[in-house]
Every structure is written in C-alpha cells, then in structure tokens.
C-alpha cells in the first residue's frame, strides 16, 4: 500500500468519530485478495449496540474511511442542537476534517449522558431533547446568529 492510497490521518479521523458517536468497534479492511489494492474492495464499518453501518467497495482504506465519517455524520445533530453540515452552503453546525480528527464548528461542550450506555442512542436523544446551560446558549447565538 502507497501513500497515495492511504491517508493515516482521515483513518484516524474516523476511528475517532465513530468512537466518539458511541460506537463499540471500528473496521477496515477488503474484500478479494490477489488483486492491485485499488481494486480490492475496501470497507469500513462502525459497530453500535444493535446496528452496524457499513460502507463498501471503496478503492482505498482511507476513501472507505471518508464515506463511513460522511455517512455518520449526515443526518446527526451537533451537540449544538443544529444539524450536521459537511458544506459552506449547508443549514446547520459545519464540521471539519481538521488533521486528524472531526470537528464541530461551534464550541458548545460534549453532552454528558448520564446513566446511558456507550454506543446507547436514546440516552443521547434524550440529552439533546434538555435545554442547553446559559454559556452554551450565548456560543450559539454568537455562531449561528
């Protein structure tokens, strides 16, 4: 595998991510052997409890890596109580690949879920549905207007 095949800091990036939105395992890795690496069929596949979302048939670990990110990401709603955006132009808390790693583009604190359960999606439905504290409210504000 050459660099130009795989980008360390996007697999990183995505370990993380999925790790972060609760996941108990993370995967990549291809389907047929014997074959140049751009045709091996590269997966990537996040582990939650009861679900596994799974992309396919990339041409690199790190192209598999970047769908799987864009495919959590999409559809998820910031810790801000805004939707997720990957784009200039979208409605929403805009996140970022920066170096390795996602980011949001609002600076409201992580959610705590109490007495939830890694990986336990109704518990953080149920820490969005709570009002956000005071310092929180103002970041944004600032951000969103």
Do not use: K
Not at 53 to 75: M, Q, Y
Not at 98 to 118: F, M, T, Y
Not at 128 to 141: F, H
């Amino acid at each position: 595998m050459t660099a130009e095949h795989m980008n360390s800091d996007i697999i990183r990036a995505c370990a993380d991510l999925t790790d972060r939105a609760g996941a108990s395992r993370f995967e990549i890795g291809y389907l047929h052997d014997d074959v140049p690496a751009e045709e091996a069929g590269w997966y990537a596949h996040a582990q939650y409890r009861g679900t596994r979302i799974i992309v396919e048939d990339h041409r690199s670990p790190t192209a598999a890596a970047l769908a799987l990110a864009e495919r959590i990401l999409t559809g998820g709603m910031c810790r801000c109580r805004q939707p997720v955006t990957l784009s200039d132009t979208g409605e929403g808390c805009r996140w970022r690949l920066i170096g390795d790693r996602w980011e949001p583009g609002c600076d409201v604190a992580p959610l705590a879920i109490p007495g939830g359960q890694r990986g336990d999606h109704a518990a953080m439905a149920a820490a969005l549905a709570q009002p956000m504290n005071r310092a929180d409210r103002r970041r944004q504000q600032r951000r969103h207007g």
